[in-house]
């Protein structure tokens, strides 16, 4: 069965640079892209980016440009998403969330359960 | 980039109808937009309910149903239950970058 696990909860400080994992299992990893969204408390869902397992090419909400790298490691069929420069507006759940590269499967079925990350001094 | 509207709050009574939109700062949402809507439940991953306009999961209950209406994307309830009290919050896609709607609480009382 399809299965999408995500790193643990992260506490951060303000300027350092986080890096969550999701872990994919059950489905063919280059089949799908991965897209990042996140959701600060209280707040509403925001979305990042996404990256094709294939080729490694991203696209990025202009929000987070520079700021924002998604990789993956086709071996392990994980992807990864780090952000850098954190600051307390970066305190959110993180989550992962597929959606197929061709016509075929339903997009964004299946999701992470998501990473809580904190940014405190 | 642009920016997605939805009604911040909308109240329904048992077994009514609502309908909940989802407008582009761009102009008329088309189903070149691919509208997403996806329904949250407190400390829940959100989940989606309907793509690329109309279709629906094999999740979905048939009394949800997704649209285009005035130019914007719609997603109508149908005989609304008290588990469908949630969050829900339209997906459009730019050219393959993806903007949320600010989300909508609905309410069943």
């Known amino acids: 069965q399809v299965q999408m696990v995500q790193s643990g909860a992260e506490v951060k400080k303000p300027g350092a640079s986080v890096k969550v994992s999701c872990k994919t299992s059950?489905?063919?990893?280059?089949?799908?892209?991965m897209h990042w969204v996140r959701q600060a408390p209280g707040q509403g869902l925001e979305w990042l980016g996404w990256?094709?397992?294939?080729?490694?090419?991203?696209k990025y909400a202009q929000k987070f440009q520079g700021r924002v790298i998604m990789t993956r490691d086709t071996s392990i069929s994980t992807h990864f998403m780090e952000v850098s420069r954190l600051t307390s507006d970066d305190t959110a759940i993180y989550y992962c969330?597929?959606?197929?590269?061709?016509?075929?499967?339903?997009?964004?079925?299946?999701w992470g359960q998501g990473t809580l990350v904190t940014v405190s001094s | 980039q642009a920016v997605v509207t939805q009604e911040p709050s909308l109240t329904v009574s048992p077994g009514g109808t609502v309908t909940l939109t989802c407008g582009s700062s761009?102009?008329?949402?088309?189903?070149?937009?691919?509208p997403y809507w996806f329904q949250q439940k407190p400390g829940q991953a959100p989940r989606a309910l309907t793509y690329?306009?109309?279709n629906k999961y094999s999740w979905t209950p048939a009394r949800f149903s997704g649209s285009l209406l005035g130019g914007k994307a719609a997603l109508t309830l149908s005989g609304a239950q008290p588990e469908d009290e949630a969050d829900y919050y339209c997906?459009?896609?730019?050219?393959?970058?993806?903007?949320f709607g600010g989300g909508t609480k609905l309410t069943v009382l």
């Open positions: 969330a597929r959606y197929p590269l061709s016509a075929v499967g339903s997009p964004f079925d299946y």
């Open positions: 059950g489905y063919p990893f280059t089949g799908h892209y």
């Open positions: 990256i094709n397992p294939n080729s490694g090419g991203t």
């Open positions: 761009t102009g008329a949402v088309t189903s070149g937009h691919y």
């Open positions: 690329d306009t109309t």
């Open positions: 997906l459009l896609s730019y050219s393959g970058v993806w903007v």
